[in-house]
C-alpha cells in the first residue's frame, strides 16, 4: 500500500515541472526587440514634447521643427509620440506574454498594420500640408515597417477559425476607417457648425482692408486658423510661401516688408503675433451685434 502511495506520488511530482514548462514565456524575440526600438523612439519625441524642449538634431525652423510644432503633432491633445508610445507597448506585451499561437499573430497584425498605416498617414501629410519632413518619424514609420513585413512572414500557413480572404478584408476597412477618420479630425472636418461671431468677425476684417499674411507651413499660422474654426477660410489671408518653405515668397508678402508669419496689418499697424478673436475686434473696431453677444 505504501509502496502504491509513493509510486502515485511520484508520477505526480513529475507532472509539476511540465505544467510549469507550459507557461514558460515563449516571446517572438525580434518582434520585442523592435517594438522596443520603437519605444526609445516614441518614448524620446515624448519626453521632449512634455517638457517643451527640441529633439536633437531639431534646429528651429527645420523640417522636424514644423512637424513637430504642428498640429498634427497632436491627437486630442496628446502628442502623436505618446500614442505611438502605446502601440508600440501594446505590440511588445503582445509579442511577449501570449504563447506562440494563431491569437498572438492575428493580434500582431492588427496592432502593425494600423501603427504602419498611421505612420504613412503622418509622413504624407507632412509632406503635402507642411512640405516637410521629420527624421525622428521618419525612423519609427521604418521601425514600423520593417515589423509589419516581420509579423506577416510569420503569417501560419493554416489558421482555424476565420479565413484568411475574410480576415485580410476587415483588417484593410478596419485599418482605413480608423486612417479616415484620424485625418477628418485633424483637418477639421469634424468641427462645430460656424460661429456666427466668428464668421461676422471675419467678414468685417476682410471689409475693412485688414490683412493677414502667413504660410501654409508655419505652426502658428495653424493656431491663428484654429482659432476661427470653419470660419477660417473667411480671413483676409494672404499666403507667402506658395512655392513651399524653400521657394521664393511671393511678391504681395515682399512688397508689404513681411519678415514673420503670422503678421497682421490693421488700421495701418502691425501685429505680428497670433491674435485673439477679441484682439482682433478691437483691433479693427468691430463690435458684435447683440444677437451673437
Known amino acids: 500500500m505504501s509502496a502504491k502511495r509513493k509510486s502515485n506520488k511520484t508520477r505526480i511530482a513529475s507532472k509539476k515541472p511540465?505544467?510549469?514548462?507550459?507557461?514558460?514565456?515563449?516571446?517572438?524575440?525580434?518582434?520585442?526587440?523592435?517594438?522596443?526600438?520603437g519605444l526609445l523612439v516614441t518614448g524620446y519625441l515624448a519626453w521632449t514634447s512634455g517638457i517643451g524642449g527640441s529633439p536633437a538634431f531639431c534646429a528651429e525652423g527645420s523640417g522636424c521643427d514644423v512637424v513637430q510644432s504642428s498640429r498634427y503633432s497632436t491627437l486630442f491633445g496628446l502628442p502623436v509620440a505618446l500614442w505611438g508610445f502605446g502601440l508600440?507597448?501594446?505590440?511588445?506585451?503582445?509579442?511577449?506574454?501570449?504563447?506562440?499561437?494563431?491569437?498572438?499573430?492575428?493580434?500582431?497584425?492588427?496592432?502593425?498594420?494600423?501603427?504602419?498605416?498611421?505612420s504613412l498617414y503622418l509622413t504624407v501629410t507632412g509632406w503635402i500640408a507642411l512640405d516637410a519632413w521629420c527624421a525622428w518619424c521618419m525612423t519609427s514609420q521604418v521601425i514600423m515597417l520593417v515589423l509589419f513585413g516581420l509579423v506577416m512572414l510569420k503569417r501560419p500557413e493554416s489558421a482555424p477559425g476565420m479565413p484568411p480572404l475574410v480576415f485580410a478584408r476587415n483588417l484593410v476597412i478596419v485599418t482605413g476607417v480608423s486612417v479616415a477618420a484620424l485625418g477628418a479630425w485633424q483637418n477639421g472636418l469634424l468641427q462645430p457648425p460656424e460661429n456666427p461671431r466668428l464668421k461676422a468677425l471675419a467678414e468685417h476684417l476682410e471689409a475693412t482692408g485688414a490683412r493677414y499674411y502667413g504660410a501654409f507651413w508655419c505652426p502658428s499660422c495653424q493656431d491663428q486658423r484654429r482659432l476661427f474654426g470653419r470660419s477660417a477660410d473667411r480671413l483676409p489671408y494672404v499666403e507667402c510661401?506658395?512655392?513651399?518653405?524653400?521657394?521664393?515668397?511671393?511678391?504681395?508678402?515682399?512688397?508689404?516688408?513681411?519678415?514673420?508669419?503670422?503678421?497682421?496689418?490693421i488700421n495701418g499697424r502691425r501685429y505680428q503675433?497670433?491674435?485673439?478673436?477679441?484682439?482682433?475686434?478691437r483691433y479693427s473696431g468691430f463690435e458684435y451685434a447683440k444677437d451673437d453677444a
Not at 241 to 254: H, I, K, T
Not at 273 to 281: I, K, M, N, R, T
Open 273 to 281: 503675433q497670433v491674435l485673439s478673436p477679441d484682439e482682433l475686434a
Open 241 to 265: 510661401s506658395p512655392n513651399g518653405r524653400q521657394g521664393v515668397v511671393a511678391f504681395a508678402c515682399v512688397s508689404a516688408d513681411i519678415s514673420g508669419y503670422p503678421t497682421w496689418i
Open 18 to 37: 511540465a505544467v510549469a514548462r507550459s507557461k514558460k514565456l515563449q516571446p517572438d524575440v525580434p518582434v520585442a526587440v523592435l517594438a522596443g526600438l
Open 88 to 118: 508600440y507597448a501594446l505590440i511588445a506585451w503582445t509579442a511577449t506574454t501570449l504563447p506562440p499561437r494563431v491569437t498572438r499573430w492575428r493580434r500582431l497584425a492588427w496592432l502593425s498594420t494600423l501603427g504602419l498605416a498611421i
